[in-house]
């Protein structure tokens, strides 16, 4: 992980940089470049997407994978990204956001996803993880589902709670997702 210490950005500029650097995460001011990403790590988050299209299909909400959210202040700066490897936004959230927003497919969200789901890599520093799901539970994401294929288990949080769940475990959307559930055995199934 590679970070640079960044001046503000209006959104057009961090779009710009974007593009042309790859993708990178704003955090207190510096800008975090991401590595790419090995299969394992693109097979969970294609199942994790998979489960939560059901709720897509249903009309509770809309799920997007390894796109940024930006948080912007009211001057119209950048004043911090992230890129989940998952988000979900509940529908009525999506919709208020939309007609406010109806150049909204030229830029990234400007809008804290209700769940974000971070898979471990191999790559990643579980101190370095600890402090992003610090950072999303201080903009306001209701629930956080960290997954670790190496340990097989699934932390979920939710403000001050934190819950571990095991492959004998089902992973629910809580009161986020009503009636969303999947078993977490099947993130981590073969294929």
Same mark, same amino acid.
């Given at each position: 992980?590679?970070?640079? +210490?960044?001046?503000?950005?209006?959104?057009?500029?961090?779009?710009?940089?974007?593009?042309?650097?790859?993708?990178? $995460?704003?955090?207190?001011?510096?800008?975090?470049?991401?590595?790419?990403?090995?299969?394992?790590? #693109?097979?969970?988050?294609?199942?994790?997407?998979?489960?939560?299209?059901?709720?897509?299909?249903? #009309?509770? #909400?809309?799920? *997007? *994978? $390894? +796109?940024?959210?930006?948080?912007?202040?009211?001057?119209?700066?950048?004043? #911090?990204?992230?890129?989940?490897?998952?988000?979900? *936004?509940?529908?009525?959230?999506?919709?208020?956001?939309?007609?406010?927003?109806?150049?909204?497919?030229?830029?990234?969200?400007?809008?804290?996803?209700?769940?974000?789901?971070?898979?471990?890599?191999?790559?990643?520093?579980?101190?370095?993880?600890?402090?992003?799901?610090?950072?999303?539970?201080?903009?306001?994401?209701?629930?956080?589902?960290?997954?670790?294929?190496?340990?097989?288990?699934? $932390?979920?949080? +939710?403000?001050?709670?934190?819950?571990?769940?095991?492959?004998?475990?089902?992973?629910?959307?809580?009161?986020?997702?009503?009636? *969303?559930?999947?078993?977490?055995?099947?993130?981590? $199934?073969?294929?």
């Amino acid at each position: 992980m590679v970070t640079i +210490q960044t001046e503000k950005l209006m959104i057009e500029d961090f779009i710009r940089l974007y593009e042309s650097e790859g993708p990178f $995460e704003i955090i207190d001011g510096e800008r975090i470049l991401m590595s790419p990403t090995l299969p394992e790590h #693109g097979k969970i988050v294609k199942r994790v997407v998979k489960a939560l299209l059901v709720c897509e299909d249903e #009309g509770k #909400g809309e799920v *997007f *994978f $390894e +796109q940024p959210f930006v948080l912007i202040d009211k001057s119209q700066w950048v004043k #911090g990204s992230r890129v989940p490897d998952v988000m979900y *936004f509940e529908a009525s959230r999506l919709k208020v956001y939309r007609e406010q927003n109806p150049d909204e497919d030229e830029k990234p969200y400007a809008l804290v996803p209700d769940i974000a789901v971070e898979v471990v890599s191999k790559t990643d520093s579980y101190t370095a993880l600890s402090q992003k799901v610090d950072v999303y539970l201080r903009d306001g994401v209701k629930m956080i589902w960290v997954i670790d294929p190496r340990r097989q288990v699934v $932390e979920v949080y +939710q403000g001050s709670q934190k819950i571990t769940l095991t492959e004998k475990d089902t992973l629910r959307g809580e009161e986020v997702i009503p009636g *969303f559930e999947v078993p977490v055995a099947r993130l981590f $199934e073969a294929n």
